[in-house]
């Protein structure tokens, strides 16, 4: 499964070298290739919740345009994930 995502925003070398560790301890990760603010993050299958949870996270936390997370949307997630309450729900799902 890969996620091409267009961010993130660094505010220091080491802020960039912060997000590749995160990225690298989210155990569903299995790869991330690009240049720039051009992401493709690899997942190696679909997320646990708390995985999930951490991608969320971290592109909040770095400004990622956070619309392709909503393909990782599934029935068992679906009640949480998708909860308009949720700060992350307008910027995966828009307004709908």
């Known amino acids: ?3 091409t995502v267009q961010g ?6 080491n802020d960039e ?3 590749f560790e995160w990225l690298g ?3 569903v ?3 991330v290739t690009g240049e720039g603010h051009n992401l493709t993050i690899c997942l190696r299958r679909a997320p646990t ?3 999930l949870r951490d ?3 971290l592109f909040h936390r770095y400004q990622m345009n956070m619309r392709p997370l ?11 994930f998708s909860d308009r309450s949720n700060y992350w729900f307008g910027s995966v799902f828009g307004n709908a």
């Open 49 to 51: 919740d708390d995985q």
């Open 55 to 57: 991608l969320l996270a």
């Open 29 to 31: 990760v299995s790869d």
């Open 8 to 13: 993130p925003v660094y505010f220091s070398q």
């Open 25 to 27: 301890r989210i155990g």
């Open 17 to 19: 070298t912060a997000m």
């Open 70 to 80: 909503a393909a990782l949307r599934t029935a068992k997630n679906e009640s949480w």
């Open 1 to 3: 499964m890969l996620i």
